[in-house]
């Protein structure tokens, strides 16, 4: 048996959300995208070796947050529990735990081995059903990891509750920013999902823009102004290794972005004013025209499965969103609401594309379907732009900046429904994110 957290996007959510009481394993219905978070007790981790109790204290908090920081989740304060954890083998005291009105508990333990290896084992229980969530799992890794070993946790936990892939042990890429306005200091930066662990790709010497991630997560594609004029760049993640794609030096490139099968680019090119979409194969260095228009066509996004491209173009008189196949051809027009579309990048799920919107003065992260329909607006402010989805395509991360002369750009996060709308913690100004696929 397992608890079930059952998100429900059809039709993009039109119905009440109505409270039931409980005749089996834990079902709760997204609708409107305004539901009580489910009680959840994050019990502390047991250090199994004494030189594990300080890695058993921080994992536990790290699951704790990933779970909480989704707004599905509310931890339970330890100060409510009336049984307590003492052996991960020992057995669960359901009635305890119900009487407080927990819902799942999770129980950990840490061993720190000889060879200085974290050996972290976990256990989820539904507290209504008395029963444990499918068999405990084991996951083991160097002590520098064991924010990963954390996140891999709070991944299982949350797959198994909501019946979603998990997205915590991932990364951004992203522009860390510093200095005025009108001098801003740029270099590429990377991040664990939740802001920790920060390193430095590229040095500030030069601007950068639109970072994106290989389908592997082990290179990234940026534009910089190293050569005193856009050119796209590719960054090893390990080594911080670059290489320029050998486009010419006296072009204009931009807004790169990797097809599906990581051996494919697909990017703008502006000539004389003009900017048209390329394919670019990485391996042979080929390079195919997409689009041959007298209007502007950027920030190209492939469908998951390769077959397609979604780019904003303003041929139809202003900014609005199209879709054409890979290899060219008649675009379709798919945005046709009031005001301007732009930055569009396809759900890895394939079920929706996010986007910026322009309108009546203020600035929208959308959702639509890839048709066109069923478009949603997740969020509204001064200024909003650039998406980027998590790995399991329920949650974005996007730019936001506030008015005045002092305003400096942040990452924030929402999930798909507009709820749980939340600043990401940077140390430094932020911009243009680009999420990873789940590491491997």
């Known amino acids: 048996m397992r608890i079930l957290l059952a998100i429900v996007l059809g039709a993009m959510m039109t119905l009440p959300v109505v409270a039931q009481e409980r005749s089996g394993p834990l079902r709760i219905e997204i609708t409107e995208g305004v539901i009580e978070p489910v009680p959840i007790a994050v019990a502390p981790f047991i250090a199994e070796t004494p030189a594990a109790a300080d890695y058993a204290r921080e994992i536990t908090g790290v699951v704790a947050s990933d779970l909480t920081g989704t707004g599905l989740f509310r931890d339970v304060p330890r100060d409510a529990y009336i049984s307590q954890i003492n052996s991960f083998g020992g057995d669960v005291a359901y009635a305890d735990w119900k009487a407080i009105n927990v819902e799942a508990l999770v129980i950990g333990a840490v061993t720190l081995t000889t060879d200085n ?70 270099r590429l930066a990377i991040m664990d999902y939740d802001g920790a662990n920060v390193q430095y790709l590229t040095d500030n010497s030069s601007i950068v823009l639109s970072p994106r991630f290989s389908p592997t997560g082990d290179r990234v594609l940026y534009t910089s102004y190293e050569s005193g004029f856009p050119q796209i760049y590719e960054l090893s993640v390990g080594s911080a290794s670059k290489r320029a794609l050998g486009l010419e030096t006296d072009t204009m490139t931009f807004a790169p972005r990797y097809a599906p099968n990581g051996r494919t680019v697909v990017y703008s090119e502006s000539r004389g004013g003009n900017s048209d979409l390329y394919r670019l194969d990485l391996n042979s260095g080929e ?16 469908s998951p499965d390769g077959t397609q491209i979604v780019f904003e173009s303003d041929r139809s008189g202003t900014q609005q969103l199209y879709i054409m196949s890979v290899n060219g051809g008649e675009p379709t027009r798919i945005s046709f609401g009031q005001g301007r579309y732009g930055t569009p990048v396809w759900s890895p799920r394939g079920d929706f594309i996010a986007f910026t919107k322009q309108n009546a003065g203020r600035f929208h992260i959308g959702v639509m379907r890839n048709d066109g329909s069923n478009e949603r607006l997740l969020t509204a402010s001064f200024l909003d732009e650039g998406p980027t989805w998590a790995p399991n395509g329920r949650v974005l991360m996007f730019t936001r900046e506030s008015a005045g002369a002092e305003g400096q750009p942040a990452l924030f996060s929402v999930d798909i429904s507009g709820r ?12 243009d994110p680009a999420w990873s696929p789940l590491l491997p």
Not at 146 to 162: E, G
């Open 117 to 186: 290896k974290l050996v972290v084992k976990f256990r989820l229980y539904d507290i209504f059903t008395g029963a444990p969530l499918g068999d405990g799992l084991q996951f083991a890794g160097s002590t520098n990891s064991w924010r990963r070993v954390a996140h891999k946790v709070a991944d299982q936990v949350y797959s198994r509750i909501t019946g979603e892939d998990g997205y915590f042990d991932s990364r951004v890429v992203y522009v860390e920013e510093a200095g005025p306005k009108n001098a801003r200091q740029q």
């Open 287 to 302: 390079r195919v025209r997409l689009t041959n228009a007298p209007s502007i066509e950027t920030a190209p996004s492939f």
């Open 420 to 431: 749980n709308l939340k600043r990401v913690s940077t140390a430094t100004a932020a911009s």
